[in-house]
């Protein structure tokens, strides 16, 4: 069966520190990989989301990067934190092709920025 | 632009009571929809909808999908304090497009 993992679960770093979360997924092979934020009480934000290797579409301008260097791992970062980019972090996996449109989340990163 | 909103944005009832959660959604290429439940963390996902009128069951949460009229609907009968969450509808465009979600509190 697939799993997905994130880590850290938790995380305080201060303004202006870099930043490294990490997701991997276990089960299945070039699945499609996202990256979301969701903010205190409100919805989720598409943050970037990969189709292989290499591959990382940015949806919105910000303070953060993504990168995929396997197959199955999928990593977000920033150089310089800032306050607003505190938030819940959560990676998601979907399959390929008719019928794989639903996405798995990991269990997410609580990151505070103070 | 693609969009999903979901309504009401909260709800608090009491337990026993029956609850309708609804989605509307303008997308171009519509192919599902989907319902999540996020508790503390991670949603987990409840249903995926593809066609009109065929109602999808699990216990005491069901759904339904109007191609027409571009709406689902969530409801969760006999509710417990168990289903205190956040519903979230999604989706799937030229990216996956999440609602805002439903925060549901039931009150024992």
């Known amino acids: 069966s697939q799993t997905i993992h994130q880590w850290p679960a938790t995380l305080v770093q201060p303004v202006g520190s870099p930043l490294s979360l990490e997701c991997t997924v276990e089960?299945?092979?070039?699945?499609?990989l996202y990256w979301y934020r969701q903010a205190a009480g409100r919805g989720l934000q598409l943050l970037f989301y990969?189709?292989?290797?290499?591959?990382i579409s940015s949806e919105v301008p910000q303070n953060l990067s993504a990168s995929r260097p396997q197959d199955r791992q999928f990593i977000l970062s920033s150089k310089k934190l800032l306050l607003s980019d505190s938030g819940f972090y959560l990676c998601?996996?979907?399959?390929?092709?008719?019928?794989?449109?639903?996405?798995?989340f990991g269990p997410g990163t609580r990151l505070t920025v103070l | 632009e693609d969009k999903v909103v979901q309504s009401p944005l909260s709800l608090v009832v009491h337990e026993g009571d029956t609850v309708t959660l609804n989605c509307s959604y303008e997308?171009?290429?519509?192919?599902?929809l989907l319902w999540y439940k996020q508790e503390k963390k991670a949603p987990t996902f409840l249903f995926m909808l593809?066609?009109?009128?065929i109602e999808k069951k699990s216990g005491r949460l069901s759904s339904i999908l109007d191609k027409k009229e571009l709406f689902s609907i969530l409801n969760i009968t006999a509710t417990q304090t168990g289903d205190s969450a956040v519903y979230l509808c999604?989706?799937?465009?030229?990216?996956?497009?999440f609602g805002s979600g439903t925060r549901l509190s039931i009150r024992p």
């Open positions: 999604a989706v799937p465009a030229s990216k996956i497009i």
């Open positions: 990969s189709v292989g290797i290499g591959q």
């Open positions: 089960g299945t092979s070039n699945p499609n």
């Open positions: 593809t066609s009109s009128g």
């Open positions: 997308v171009t290429n519509f192919r599902s």
């Open positions: 998601a996996w979907s399959g390929r092709g008719r019928g794989s449109s639903e996405q798995f």
